[in-house]
């Protein structure tokens, strides 16, 4: 097996556990410290810090990456000079933007909008803290591209380990003693060990570190000019996410945590769909972009085995999602009432797990053929849309309504970036689409029968919830499946298909 193949193995192997232990810590967080305003306010402060560090990490990456190695294969002496340049500015502005936001963090805050007292207090503290230490997490984001340009890619998603892990283990060992305040100082302290790896990888595969400030005003220009369009685009995700729980601090005490448990539930099965099976049509449609033919077909697989896997996973959230929340995290200081307040929102957000997982395929086909101008406009649309949707449902249904009003924008972004794609397809691949969708609908209403079936029959309900999901979940998923093998058999061939070639490459 070639260096390359066990470097991917690694890398999809550590963004799993990354997924596991980052549900593990909010569990824990659950356990400890319930739905109150002091986690309110860790949560608030915790999306803006790491909404600044996904902005830096994919808007650096996305920009500085391809044009450093360019500028390599032309000069490399003058491109590690403008690699070191470029290092050395971005510590200097992350020293002065570390200074400038401690001092100015009670303003920032207010841009987390209305809160309580007690949640401002936890934010402002916690914020702070995090603009202590703007240096190390920036730098573990920048960093992520200098040894991706050296083919080091384990040590970046360790550093997200660690930061999780680590912050866990600060749970665990200090809650008693720092209370919601734990959960920061881990991060924090995780992410500085990363730090010191990152740096030992680097100078391990050839990294020379100079104190230069002289960087090439053609590489700098094409830098900056790049530099806003991409971070925009490969942040929106995170932007609404931010916009959303700046809403509900103004609700009640314990929404932003109702929002935060439920999203994290309903993105677990769209992020693992991403991280396995868009990473293998995205592949696949790089190389068939001059073949058209192919190139549908695989597109079409993508949504084919996206709508398969992930309707029925949608499906069984709305039927279960009381047992689910109640069995992850209510325990300790999680009370059955929160329990009941995370499944309202579980409730609304149950078409994101449908459209947030097949997005990257047609955004990744864009990608593909290089539409990224039309992907930015239709994408950027989203923040202002998820803004006013907010406005308008957050009086009518609460801050449950922010979750409606993620959903909404879902379906606008994966519908029009879907007709951007298809735009360029024969005129028949969308009654196909549109077919595939009846046919993977049907199963997927059928599977609902027998389970609601055996909730209102049977005395099921009086079970722990564990037990109820070890019976009710076979129940769903086996009908299902004899579902599409009577509904739909080349969706059953090609769903047996595929889990076949995943076997024989595991």
């Given at each position: 097996?070639?260096?390359?193949?066990?470097?991917?193995?690694?890398?999809?192997?550590?963004?799993?556990?990354?997924?596991?232990?980052?549900?593990?810590?909010?569990?824990?967080?659950?356990?400890?410290?319930?739905?109150?305003?002091?986690?309110?306010?860790?949560?608030?402060?915790?999306?803006?810090?790491?909404?600044?560090?996904?902005?830096?990490?994919?808007?650096?990456?996305?920009?500085?990456?391809?044009?450093?190695?360019?500028?390599?294969?032309?000069?490399?002496?003058?491109?590690?000079?403008?690699?070191?340049?470029?290092?050395?500015?971005?510590?200097?502005?992350?020293?002065?933007?570390?200074?400038?936001?401690?001092?100015?963090?009670?303003?920032?805050?207010?841009?987390?909008?209305?809160?309580?007292?007690?949640?401002?207090?936890?934010?402002?503290?916690?914020?702070?803290?995090?603009?202590?230490?703007?240096?190390?997490?920036?730098?573990?984001?920048?960093?992520?591209?200098?040894?991706?340009?050296?083919?080091?890619?384990?040590?970046?998603?360790?550093?997200?380990?660690?930061?999780?892990?680590?912050?866990?283990?600060?749970?665990?060992?200090?809650?008693?003693?720092?209370?919601?305040?734990?959960?920061?100082?881990?991060?924090?302290?995780?992410?500085?060990?990363?730090?010191?790896?990152?740096?030992?990888?680097?100078?391990?595969?050839?990294?020379?570190?100079?104190?230069?400030?002289?960087?090439?005003?053609?590489?700098?220009?094409?830098?900056?000019?790049?530099?806003?369009?991409?971070?925009?685009?490969?942040?929106?995700?995170?932007?609404?996410?931010?916009?959303?729980?700046?809403?509900?601090?103004?609700?009640?005490?314990?929404?932003?945590?109702?929002?935060?448990?439920?999203?994290?539930?309903?993105?677990?099965?769209?992020?693992?769909?991403?991280?396995?099976?868009?990473?293998?049509?995205?592949?696949?449609?790089?190389?068939?972009?001059?073949?058209?033919?192919?190139?549908?077909?695989?597109?079409?697989?993508?949504?084919?085995?996206?709508?398969?896997?992930?309707?029925?996973?949608?499906?069984?959230?709305?039927?279960?999602?009381?047992?689910?929340?109640?069995?992850?995290?209510?325990?300790?200081?999680?009370?059955?009432?929160?329990?009941?307040n995370t499944v309202t929102v579980l409730y609304y957000y149950v078409p994101m797990i449908v459209t947030m997982g097949l997005l990257l395929i047609p955004i990744k086909g864009m990608y593909a053929l290089s539409a990224t101008k039309k992907l930015l406009q239709i994408s950027s649309t989203t923040i202002l849309l998820n803004a006013l949707l907010n406005y308008l449902f957050l009086i009518p249904f609460g801050y449950s309504g922010l979750a409606l009003s993620s959903s909404v924008v879902s379906i606008y972004y994966i519908t029009f970036v879907t007709y951007a794609i298809y735009k360029e397809?024969?005129?028949?691949?969308?009654?196909?689409?549109?077919?595939?969708?009846?046919?993977?609908?049907?199963?997927?209403?059928?599977?609902?029968?027998?389970?609601?079936?055996?909730?209102?029959?049977?005395?099921?309900?009086?079970?722990?919830?564990?037990?109820?999901?070890?019976?009710?979940?076979?129940?769903?998923?086996?009908?299902?499946?004899?579902?599409?093998?009577?509904?739909?058999?080349?969706?059953?061939?090609?769903?047996?298909?595929?889990?076949?070639?995943?076997?024989?490459?595991?």
């Amino acid at each position: 097996m070639s260096k390359l193949k066990q470097t991917a193995i690694w890398i999809t192997l550590l963004a799993l556990v990354l997924k596991v232990i980052g549900f593990v810590r909010e569990v824990f967080i659950a356990k400890e410290f319930g739905a109150t305003d002091y986690t309110d306010g860790f949560l608030l402060a915790f999306t803006f810090v790491t909404l600044l560090k996904t902005l830096i990490k994919n808007g650096f990456n996305s920009v500085f990456l391809p044009q450093y190695l360019k500028n390599r294969r032309a000069d490399p002496e003058e491109a590690d000079r403008n690699a070191n340049s470029m290092l050395n500015y971005t510590i200097v502005l992350l020293i002065i933007v570390s200074a400038l936001c401690y001092v100015f963090t009670p303003y920032i805050v207010q841009l987390y909008g209305a809160m309580t007292e007690t949640t401002e207090t936890v934010a402002t503290q916690i914020t702070r803290f995090f603009f202590l230490f703007t240096l190390i997490i920036g730098l573990t984001s920048v960093l992520e591209s200098y040894l991706q340009a050296v083919r080091s890619f384990v040590p970046n998603q360790i550093v997200n380990l660690l930061g999780t892990l680590v912050a866990t283990l600060f749970i665990i060992l200090f809650s008693d003693l720092w209370g919601v305040y734990s959960i920061a100082y881990g991060f924090i302290a995780g992410l500085g060990i990363g730090l010191i790896i990152q740096i030992y990888y680097l100078f391990k595969y050839g990294y020379r570190y100079k104190l230069t400030f002289n960087i090439n005003r053609t590489f700098a220009k094409t830098f900056f000019v790049l530099f806003i369009p991409s971070l925009l685009h490969a942040s929106v995700g995170h932007i609404n996410v931010f916009v959303d729980k700046s809403f509900a601090s103004g609700t009640v005490s314990g929404a932003v945590t109702y929002l935060n448990n439920a999203s994290l539930l309903m993105s677990i099965p769209s992020a693992i769909f991403q991280s396995t099976v868009v990473a293998i049509i995205f592949t696949l449609m790089s190389e068939q972009n001059e073949e058209k033919e192919k190139f549908k077909d695989t597109l079409y697989m993508g949504y084919q085995i996206g709508l398969m896997a992930l309707m029925p996973i949608a499906m069984g959230l709305l039927l279960l999602g009381e047992q689910s929340i109640s069995f992850i995290f209510e325990r300790g200081a999680y009370s059955p009432e929160d329990t009941q307040n995370t499944v309202t929102v579980l409730y609304y957000y149950v078409p994101m797990i449908v459209t947030m997982g097949l997005l990257l395929i047609p955004i990744k086909g864009m990608y593909a053929l290089s539409a990224t101008k039309k992907l930015l406009q239709i994408s950027s649309t989203t923040i202002l849309l998820n803004a006013l949707l907010n406005y308008l449902f957050l009086i009518p249904f609460g801050y449950s309504g922010l979750a409606l009003s993620s959903s909404v924008v879902s379906i606008y972004y994966i519908t029009f970036v879907t007709y951007a794609i298809y735009k360029e397809m024969p005129a028949g691949e969308w009654k196909r689409l549109i077919t595939l969708f009846i046919k993977v609908s049907i199963p997927t209403a059928l599977m609902a029968v027998p389970i609601l079936l055996v909730e209102y029959l049977t005395p099921i309900q009086e079970l722990y919830s564990l037990f109820q999901l070890m019976i009710l979940v076979p129940i769903g998923a086996l009908t299902y499946v004899a579902g599409l093998y009577l509904f739909y058999r080349e969706g059953f061939n090609k769903l047996m298909e595929f889990v076949q070639r995943k076997r024989k490459k595991a």
